[in-house]
T-cell receptor, first 114, second 114 residues
Framework: DGGITQSPKYLFRKEGQNVTLSCEQNLNHDAMYWYRQDPGQGLRLIYYSQIVNDFQKGDIAEGYSVSREKKESFPLTVTSAQKNPTAFYLC?????????????FGDGTRLSIL | AQSVTQLGSHVSVSEGALVLLRCNYS??????LFWYVQYPNQGLQLLLK??????LVKGINGFEAEFKKSETSFHLTKPSAHMSDAAEYFCAVSGGGATNKLIFGTGTLLAVQP
């Protein structure tokens, strides 16, 4: 079955530690996205990538970094510079190149601070 | 620029009653509109989308939405609520363009009472 796989489902970070969230898709989608979800705030865009080896900052990129070395993979690193990392993180990919195409989401990673 | 307003962060209906979740958008270009559903600790699932053409859009699980340009609205309805409809619902808008970025509303949590 094609889809988006995020791992791990739950992640704990210690103070001063960087952690990496995995996102893999086998849908052959070019564009991929990372969102942060906080209660009552909807989804906010962290980073997005439209093609391999290219990515752009979203609305809340500070304290985060990404890479896009393969079409299938778009890992997100939450660095120690992100002072409030506790949230639910969602990865998405978009079908096709045309305008108005929907995004499809993974099941998320919940990050908490120890 | 685009924005989305979802009126009512919590909506409660009885099983079998009409479901109406409100979404108003702002867009400087013709919008592409989406409704997504999220069950606890899961990702977002696409319910339906409006791109162009027919203004009444039918989606999965018996939901539909009507695009009303004059009212800048895209309300989600279902004639008869089922217990399994209890979830959080997000409206999103995209102006298309090169990035196809989605702007999400803050969500409406639907409770279904027996």
């Amino acid at each position: 079955d094609g889809g988006i796989t995020q791992s791990p489902k739950y992640l704990f970070r210690k103070e001063g530690q960087n952690v990496t969230l995995s996102c893999e898709q086998n849908l052959n989608h070019d564009a991929m996205y990372w969102y942060r979800q906080d209660p009552g705030q909807g989804l906010r865009l962290i980073y997005y990538s439209q093609i391999v080896n290219d990515f752009q900052k979203g609305d809340i990129a500070e304290g985060y970094s990404v890479s896009r070395e393969k079409k299938e993979s778009f890992p997100l690193t939450v660095t120690s510079a992100q002072k409030n990392p506790t949230a639910f993180y969602l990865c998405a990919s978009r079908e096709g190149q045309g305008v108005g195409q929907p995004q499809h989401f993974g099941d998320g990673t919940r990050l908490s601070i120890l | 620029a685009q924005s989305v307003t979802q009126l009512g962060s919590h909506v409660s209906v009885s099983e079998g009653a009409l479901v109406l979740l409100r979404c108003n958008y702002s867009s400087s270009v013709p919008p592409y509109l989406f409704w997504y559903v999220q069950y606890p600790n899961q990702g977002l699932q696409l319910l339906l989308k409006y791109t162009t053409g027919a203004t009444l859009v039918k989606g999965i699980n018996g939901f539909e939405a009507e695009f009303k340009k004059s009212e800048t609205s895209f309300h989600l309805t279902k004639p008869s609520a089922h217990m399994s409809d209890a979830a959080e619902y997000f409206c999103a808008v995209s102006g298309g363009g090169a990035t196809n970025k989605l702007i999400f509303g803050t969500g409406t949590l639907l409770a279904v009472q027996p």
